[in-house]
């Protein structure tokens, strides 16, 4: 079976189980797992920040970063696809007690300037006003765009203008630095956090990174312990963590799979298939994606439903070229 249904489906390698089962080990709610500090640190280090904390999930990275940014009662401004808007549960509204104010970022999901003036509101006796500024990169919901430094910059710029912090989902955040050949720390230098995964492309078996100021950072522990985030023996889980830091270099490999899978895709007449950017390939179906999923997993390929009629597949480290042309080949057979 081919799986294309996430990056999150990667396997740990032999070395990552090595290193959990070496990992030097402490009590992290006290700060004393020496694993996960090296971790944190360089974590910091890679996307130019102070300062970074390992948390259990990008989810909670996301919402993490929201109530430590803002007041209860507060709007948030997110773009309509995003994550932590359409795929987190309406945790804005019940981790942190926020208004969510949508923004359309068209095609690909780039936030203006503006639109940030145009959604941002003062506070006053009737209205709670704009506290936090959302973006994401890459965009999942709009197949994986990379959102260049410049845009980022430019809502962010926007939003600091009037005041309001400034939140990344950068969930596939070295993904973008890949495609768009520069480093992280660019795409990270307007905003104010950032969170992104271990465990997507990157190949942790568990794990996100949330990461700014100091300040930001010693807030966002505290909520993380609110959450129930607050671990223990950490380092079991953050060791495979700093190896899958390292893999932010084979990202190009999945990228140029998923350029192949979308060439071999978009030869069938049945199906609209853009061009990736990234590691996420969307495709149109004429009919049921649900029922194109069904039919494609009957030939020993697994996919996403991403709508009623589109379909994701996502490529990573366990799937190679010879599984895009099998999924290639087995798609043709569902057509």
């Known amino acids: 079976m081919h799986d294309f249904r996430s990056d999150t489906v990667t396997r740990p390698s032999d070395a990552m189980r090595e290193a959990m089962r070496d990992a030097d080990v402490g009590d992290d709610v006290y700060g004393e797992d020496p694993t996960v500090n090296d971790l944190e640190a360089r974590a910091a280090d890679l996307v ?10 990008g989810t909670m990275g996301n919402q993490i ?18 994550h ?42 009737h209205r709670p006003g704009t ?8 965009h999942n919901s709009k197949g994986g765009t990379a959102i260049s430094a410049d845009d980022i910059a430019a809502a962010a710029d926007a939003a600091h203008d009037h005041g309001v912090p ?3 989902d950068g969930a596939r955040l070295f993904n973008a630095a890949a495609a768009l ?14 969170m992104f995964c271990l465990s997507k492309g990157l190949g942790a078996p ?11 950072i010693e807030d966002a522990r505290r909520v993380r312990k609110l959450f129930g985030g607050g671990m223990r023996q950490a380092g079991v889980i953050a060791a495979p963590g700093l190896l899958a830091l390292e893999n932010r270099s084979r990202l190009h490999e999945d990228h140029a799979n998923a350029r192949q899978l979308a060439e071999g895709l978009g030869a069938y007449d ?20 649900e029922a194109f999923v069904e039919a494609l997993e009957a030939e020993g390929v697994l996919a996403s439903v991403f709508g009623p009629q589109r379909v994701r597949f996502c490529t990573h480290w366990d799937v190679d070229g010879e599984a895009v042309e099998a999924a290639v080949d087995a798609v043709g057979r569902v057509v």
Not at 65 to 82: K, N
Not at 206 to 216: D, N, T, Y
Not at 271 to 286: K, S, Y
């Open 181 to 194: 050949d520069v480093p992280a720390s660019d795409l990270v230098d307007p905003v104010d956090s950032v």
């Open 131 to 138: 506290g936090l500024l959302c973006l994401e990169n890459t």
């Open 84 to 125: 932590i808007y359409k795929w987190e549960l309406g945790g804005l509204a019940q981790h942190a007690g926020l208004q969510a104010r949508t923004i359309d970022g068209g095609d690909r999901g780039v936030v203006t300037a503006d639109q940030v003036h145009d959604g941002y509101v003062d506070a006053d006796s």
């Open 206 to 216: 568990v794990g996100s990174m949330l990461a700014g100021s100091e300040q930001f």
């Open 48 to 57: 130019g920040t102070e300062a970074a904390l390992y948390v259990p999930t």
């Open 270 to 289: 049945a199906l609209t298939v853009p061009e990736p950017e990234t590691n996420i390939v969307i495709v149109e179906t004429p009919d049921s994606a």
């Open 166 to 168: 400034v939140h990344l």
């Open 65 to 82: 970063a929201a109530r430590t940014h803002t007041d209860r009662g507060q709007e948030v401004l997110v773009e309509r696809e995003s």
